[in-house]
């Protein structure tokens, strides 16, 4: 009888145990769809035009016959019809099929061409394309719609001076690439010598002036990063602590002294003749260092801290 009572609380241990693990792996794993979840929706989302049923061909897009869709950029048909081109789109007929909650593309349509880069901006932007080096560039990973500070460098009046020209300026296209890549290490870096950027008619003069005087370059800005940053004129010797100013400062103020404390007034003057000339081919000075001498010597000049 003890044999079996034992028997039974082993088995409801066994049991218990394997409850738990099997509530630990359950919460485990709930844990990490949540994550999956999360991050998802923590990607960068691209609003693109699709079907809400299956159209078949010479079927019209209207309002009726499509819906918006969010779709990680990295997943997005470049040549997708977006929600600002739709009114470019409605009422096209379809040369192909589309199947339900499929992305409803621009070679679809009947006669319908992909939307010019010109389509991209909004009225009263311009579009404006800038050289770029190594340094420019961010290496080579300023990828579309990132936002940049454009910081100038010229030389005038024989100064080096440093300011922000432009910040928040939205880049459009990185070398002939109009779209963001995927995302990952490594991904971002590609090798261009251009970048397009959005800006307003009067801004774009700025930059066309900046290019011909001075050097650019892009700073890069966290994604909905809007701080302000000072728009100040900097001398670029200053900015690095390397002034006259500064330089004079730190060397110190030669200082002379000695000699059994006699006052400023107390040292013979140098009479100078007409032109400017110590008197005498030397005399008072020879007076006045043979004065010092007697009173004590000259002691070494030295330098205030």
Known sequence: MKLKIQRSWLIFAVAGILGIGAALLAMRYLNQRVAEIEARGKQAVRKVVVAKQDLQKGAALTPETVAVREVPAEWAHSDAITPAQFDRAANAVLAYPAMKGEAILWAQLEGEKAPSFSARLTPGRRAITVPVDEVSSLSGMLQPGDLIDIVVNVRKDNRNITF????????????????????????????????????????????????????????????????????????????????????????????????????????????????????GNGEALADAVRALDMSGGVSPSRHAP
């Open 164 to 279: 922000a020209l432009l910040q928040g300026v939205t880049v459009l296209a990185a070398g002939n690439r109009v779209t963001p890549g995927p995302e990952g290490d490594g991904a971002r870096t590609q090798s261009f010598t251009t970048v397009t950027l959005e800006t307003t008619p009067e801004d774009a003069q700025r930059i066309i002036a900046a290019r011909e005087v001075g050097k650019i370059t892009a700073l890069l800005r966290a994604p909905g990063d809007t701080a302000e940053i000072s728009r100040s004129k900097r001398d670029a010797f200053a900015l690095l602590g390397l002034s006259e100013q500064a330089i004079e400062t730190a060397g110190g103020v030669p200082v002379i002294y000695g000699g059994a404390g006699h006052k400023l007034g107390d040292v013979p003057q140098l009479r100078l003749g007409p032109a400017g000339r110590s008197a």
